[in-house]
């Protein structure tokens, strides 16, 4: 295993590998990816709601949690309370060769500010055509992190 170097991520910029990446994004190793459009946010389900009592989701159905969806260029800025959690994703798209895996890890400074990205930021070899999920929580108890369209993450 080994990592891409700088000029190897510029290179897949030029190739469309990495579709609407941004050359000043990229680092010595890694690229910054940049906030979408739209996220989806946790909400309160109706059951929980009427019942006062959470919704169960099971693992085994492959429920999906009750989300509301924000568009961010739409909204300018979204507020993530303490505690609450979130589904986004990037502007880039990625398109990855059969000889290539990648994986988003959190920036330090995002994770000083108390965001939290949960642990499912792996890209398979020949993963093409998407957009990554960004799963993001705040970790805080007293601040709300402000998120913008186009934020780098």
Request: negative net charge; contains cysteine; glycine residues 8%.
């Amino acid at each position: 295993m080994s990592l891409c170097n700088c000029y190897d991520i510029l290179d897949m910029i030029e190739a469309g590998t990495l579709m609407g990446a941004r050359p000043e994004a990229v680092n010595a190793t890694s690229i910054d990816i940049h906030l979408g459009e739209f996220i989806l946010v946790e909400s309160i389900p109706a059951s929980t709601v009427q019942s006062g009592l959470p919704k169960i989701v099971s693992l085994a159905q492959k429920d999906q949690l009750t989300m509301t969806k924000v568009n961010l260029k739409e909204a300018g800025t979204f507020l993530l309370r303490p505690g609450q959690f979130i589904l986004a994703q990037s502007q880039e798209i990625f398109n990855l060769p059969m000889n290539l895996s990648a994986e988003y890890k959190l920036k330090s400074s995002m994770a000083r500010i108390g965001l939290e990205h949960l642990n499912a930021g792996w890209a398979d070899a020949g993963w093409t055509g998407s957009v990554l999920t960004l799963e993001f929580r705040n970790l805080t108890t007293f601040h709300e992190i402000e998120l913008k369209y186009g934020d780098r993450c």
